[in-house]
């Protein structure tokens, strides 16, 4: 009978173990706070500066107003509708493709990626399932409805919220063709044809887009021959998003340090052995 007893309670336990970590399995995974998704963008000495914590606290009032709009809203589609050209009055004042997300939130200044990391927090926030998809030369969001797919093109104040099939098809297609015309890297930083990575397209996720702001600001940085900064920034892009884009920015900008005649020798053996030591240390990738 005790042997029974002590069989009983087993089987009890095992239940109920088996149940909590069922419950485990099925509680949600974690997933990037409002705070945590604007700090991808922000450099590490300006995530804990009062302006950095006077955006988020912008980003968090101007959230907790759609909120209450979301309520009045019968139907999702309505309420991302409002929440395009919402947001666009309020931060998207004037397109410059090399803006940052710090230049968004302080003077309006925005680009495709900045625009587009923007509305990407806000869905995210209301747990709207979307789609940030990225190009040789642009990026954009597709949100996923029940039973529809709504397009969001930040660069187009008046007409960047796309529910028509038809209208969503020949937009996309023309961002594609646009892309095989364009490769960002070939004609910002003047590097050989057969080296870049030609027309793509493919799905990204918030950390891989804060990726390509640093991978923009290095080749802007190029152009304007800051070659230091250039390197830290590309160090930074390979660091969020590992990719044979951002692997190639680095060799433009390595390549770059050894021809300049402006660096001394010191200086280019330091960055030079820096690189080195990280590609050794697997904290950046060597194509």
Do not use: W
């Not at 050209?85 to 900045?114: I, Q």
């Not at 300049?260 to 020798?265: E, G, H, M, R």
């Amino acid at each position: 009978m005790r042997t029974r007893r002590v069989y009983i309670l087993l089987l009890f336990f095992i239940g109920l173990f088996a149940l909590n970590s069922q419950a485990q399995s099925d509680a949600p995974k974690a997933t990037l706070t409002t705070s945590d998704s604007i700090n991808t963008f922000l450099s590490q000495d300006l995530q804990n500066s009062p302006l950095a914590d006077k955006m988020r606290s912008e980003i968090d009032q101007y959230l907790d107003k759609l909120q209450i709009i979301k309520t009045r809203k019968k139907a999702d589609r309505e309420f991302l509708k409002t929440v395009f050209f919402k947001t666009h009055r309020k931060f998207l004042k004037h397109y410059d493709a090399s803006a940052t997300f710090e230049e968004m939130m302080e003077t309006g200044v925005y680009g495709c990626l900045t625009g587009t990391a923007l509305y990407s927090i806000i869905l995210s926030h209301f747990g709207y399932e979307h789609e940030i998809v990225e190009l040789t030369s642009h990026v954009y969001l597709k949100v996923k409805l029940d039973q529809q797919i709504i397009l969001l093109e930040s660069t187009l104040p008046e007409s960047g919220f796309l529910e028509n099939v038809s209208e969503i098809a020949r937009a996309t297609e023309q961002y594609e063709d646009n892309s095989r015309k364009l490769n960002s890297v070939t004609a910002i930083a003047g590097i050989d044809e057969e080296k870049a990575e030609g027309a793509y397209k493919r799905s990204i996720s918030l950390k891989q887009l804060s990726g390509l702001q640093y991978h923009n600001m290095a080749i802007y940085n190029i152009k304007e021959e800051f070659l230091e900064t250039a390197f830290m920034n590309a160090k930074e892009s390979i660091k969020l998003y590992p990719s044979k884009r951002t692997e190639l920015l680095m060799e433009i900008v390595i390549n770059k340090i050894l021809q300049s005649k402006n660096l001394t020798k010191d200086l280019k053996s330091g960055i030079l052995n820096t690189y080195v030591t990280q590609v050794r240390k697997k904290k950046l990738t060597q194509r």
